[in-house]
T-cell receptor, first 112, second 113 residues
Framework: KQEVTQIPAALSVPEGENLVLNCSFT??????LQWFRQDPGKGLTSLLL?????REQTSGRLNASLDKSSGRSTLYIAASQPGDSATYLC???????????FGTGTSLTVIP | NAGVTQTPKFRVLKTGQSMTLLCAQD?????MYWYRQDPGMGLRLIHY???????AKGEVPDGYNVSRLKKQNFLLGLESAAPSQTSVYFC????????????FGSGTRLTVV
């Protein structure tokens, strides 16, 4: 079974700082990896999806990278803003099987 | 807007009562999923469906049943609710194989007293 780990569980940074969130997975045989954002009491909003053949994806101030061989993905957030405060989840889709496996998330607080 | 719609958004049940959660998607996705989210546990798969008329068990299926009579709808049933089923339930859908990732509903917050 794929195990997905996100460290740290919580992160607090001052506004304007660039930051990196980490996601590691145990089985490198993946189909794709997806980063989500979850605001308190809300659903999951997709941020970026990286296919196994890709190294990175970018959307605005967000950049996600994927290194399958080392079982790692990072989500880079540039020039953080208070509105970025949320929990960020990564989910891994193995090459076989029908589901994504989720990490427990990193709770980000951006201090004005 | 296209997407995944869950009803109801909130519900309080007494132990032993039954209820059905409805998930509807209008993206013509083949695959649909039910997850529960609990503090410190992350998202855990309850049941999923790979097409109309099909269902399969996930990681934590006990105490739940599902049905997918129509492609666009996926129902999650609790026959006899227990306090351990207090959770936030999320429905998600994807194209076959998940090549474009998941789309999630906004969740149902269920409390069993």
């Amino acid at each position: 079974k794929q195990e997905v780990t996100q460290i740290p569980a919580a992160l607090s940074v001052p506004e304007g700082e660039n930051l990196v969130l980490n996601c590691s997975f145990t089985d490198s045989a993946i189909y794709n990896l997806q980063w989500f954002r979850q605001d308190p009491g809300k659903g999951l909003t997709s941020l970026l999806l990286i296919q196994s053949s890709q190294r990175e994806q970018t959307s605005g101030r967000l950049n996600a990278s994927l290194d399958k061989s080392s079982g790692r993905s990072t989500l880079y957030i540039a020039a953080s803003q208070p509105g970025d405060s949320a929990t960020y989840l990564c989910a891994v889709r193995p090459s076989s099987g029908n589901q994504f496996y989720f990490g427990t998330g990193t709770s980000l607080t951006v201090i004005p | 807007n296209a997407g995944v719609t869950q009803t109801p958004k909130f519900r309080v049940l007494k132990t032993g009562q039954s209820m059905t959660l409805l998930c509807a998607q209008d993206m013509n996705h083949e695959y649909m999923y039910w997850y529960r989210q609990d503090p410190g546990m992350g998202l855990r798969l309850i049941h999923y469906s790979v097409g109309e008329g099909t269902t399969a068990k996930g990681e934590v299926p006990d105490g739940y049943n599902v049905s997918r009579l129509k492609k666009q709808n996926f129902l999650l049933g609790l026959e006899s609710a227990a306090p351990s089923q207090t959770s936030v339930y999320f429905c998600a859908s994807s194209y076959a194989g998940g090549y474009d990732g998941y789309t999630f509903g906004s969740g149902t917050r269920l409390t069993v007293v």
